[in-house]
Structure formats: structure tokens, C-alpha cells
């Protein structure tokens, strides 16, 4: 089993619609949980990061986390053309005295908004 | 606020050489990663440094090693290289001060080491 599992896609949605991009995770121990958008041939760039089971809400992004689940959504409402890219959920575990271990990156779910 | 940044952008070196990639983080962070990302697969894990010292390191062999200099830049240094090392190497930076669960990393542009 992968420590972080995403659907590859393509996923194609149509403009203005809502996109919803799901990740799992194995690790019960895992604190942390990260989206980052990549562009084609453009380095990670984050959009949103939770802590907490429940919804967080940034603009036009809302990020859910249920750790009984072990399961992490994002969701992009009002999608546009520029939201086209591959979507990265990273789960962190924090080990104590040092904090920050290491992300553990899923493979990505390549998203395609169609105008 | 400047990101993170890497130098040099493009590398191109031949089998057996050695490759050395920078890295300069975000002022004020403190922590720095490396990971690599190689065609098709997904951001693989390399080292991650704080405060000058080695705190973690992935799957990969210790011909990829590297350093953290008292300024908290970094190096990569990638030995012997093989063919299998062409990638996207990207580095991420954090404060390590962050949230209850852990701490935000942020990537810089890359460096695409070609090995020919």
C-alpha cells in the first residue's frame, strides 16, 4: 500500500463547476496535511495546508480532513482555465525535538478545467 | 519577500561526473529540503537539513549528499552520476515554526540535471 494514494486523472471538469480532488494516506500518525499545485515544468507551489479534522476555507479552495478516514479532499469551486494543473496532496509527521520529519508526496491528480 | 532560489537552473553532465546544485532558502527559515522528481514519478524524498546538521534522509545512496552552510544554504552534491539521476531537483525551505502538526515547505524553481 502507498503511503499516500491520489486518482491519476485526468480529471476533466468543466469551467465554473466545482473540482473535487481526493488522497488517502496509511500513516495514522501522520499530523500534517498539504495541497500543492504544479504547473507543467514549474516547481510545487502551495495552496493550502490542515491540521485539523473538519473544513478550511481560502477563496475558492476548501480543504477537508477526516482522520478516522484517513482521507483529504480539495475543493475548487468556480473553476477556471488557470486552475489546469497536477495537484499534489503531501501528508507530514512530525517528529518531536526536531518538528518537521519529511513530506510524503502522492503522485498527483492531473486536473483540466475545460472552458 | 524573496522565495526560495536555486542555482544553476539547467545542468548538463556526463556519466561518472559529479553535480553540484545550490540552494538559498527563504530569510529566516531554517530548515532545508532536497527532493527529487524524475520523469513520470512522483517527488521523491532526498535530505533535509536544520541548523547545519543532517536531520533526515530518503531511500537513495550515499553518493547523493550534500551540506548546509552557517547562512542555512545548501548543497546537494550528486557523485558518480547515472544516467537514472535526470531529474527535476527541487529544494523547499521552512521556519520551523508552523501550525500543531507541523511546518510549511516551500519549493524553489528547480534545477533539471540531464546526464548524458
Known sequence: QKEVEQNSGPLSVPEGAIASLN??????????????????????????????????????????????????????????????????????????NFGNEKLTFGTGTRLTIIP | EAGVTQSPTHLIKTRGQQATLRCSPISGHTSVYWYQQALGLGLQFLLWYDEGEERNRGNFPPRFSGRQFPNYSSELNVNALELEDSALYLCASSSGVGGPGGYEQYFGPGTRLTVT
Request: with cysteine; charged share 20%.
Open chain 1, 23 to 96: 488522497c488517502t494516506y496509511s500513516d495514522r500518525g501522520s499530523q500534517s496535511f498539504f495541497w500543492y499545485r504544479q504547473y507543467s515544468g514549474k516547481s510545487p507551489e502551495l495552496i493550502m495546508f490542515i491540521y485539523s479534522n473538519g473544513d478550511k476555507e481560502d477563496g475558492r479552495f476548501t480543504a477537508q480532513l477526516n482522520k478516522a478516514s484517513q482521507y483529504v479532499s480539495l475543493l475548487i469551486r468556480d473553476s477556471q482555465p488557470s486552475d489546469s494543473a497536477t495537484y499534489l496532496c503531501a501528508v507530514n509527521k512530525v517528529i518531536s
